[in-house]
Each structure stands twice: as structure tokens, then as C-alpha cells.
């Protein structure tokens, strides 16, 4: 992280920064032992999820550089 963050590459600038899920692991898993007091999320939030046009018209964000 602390050798991409602020770094310029192909005139975009990269913010590095740790990331966490909103989802909760056994749901991702498909596991169905949910606790009622589970804080994370046990269905898609049709926010985050991107198809495959999302991600064509998007493609410069997941460039792969080399």
C-alpha cells in the first residue's frame, strides 16, 4: 500500500487505503447460519454489484499494469 498510494501511473493517481466487506462472511460463503445480531449485509446491494457492461464501459479502472 504504501508503495502505490498518491503514486501517478497512466495520468491516474492512486489512492491505496485497506478495504473491508459490508457482507457477511458466511453469506459470501453461502453458508445460511446468520446470527440475528449480525451487522453485515445477507443480500446483494444492487450498488455494489456490477455486469460485464458496468465493468466494459469502466475498463480504465481495472487496468492491469505491468
Not at 504504501?2 to 493517481?13: P, T, V, W
Request: hydrophobic residues 35%; aromatic residues 12%; contains cysteine.
Amino acid at each position: 500500500m504504501l508503495a502505490l498510494n498518491d503514486k501517478i501511473i497512466l495520468n491516474i493517481k492512486i489512492k491505496a487505503s485497506y478495504g473491508t466487506t459490508k457482507y457477511c462472511k458466511n453469506f459470501i460463503e453461502n453458508k445460511f447460519s446468520y446470527t440475528k445480531d449480525c451487522v453485515y449485509y445477507h443480500k446483494i446491494d444492487k450498488e455494489n454489484k456490477m455486469n460485464k457492461d458496468d465493468i466494459i464501459k469502466n475498463k480504465k479502472l481495472f487496468i492491469s499494469i505491468k
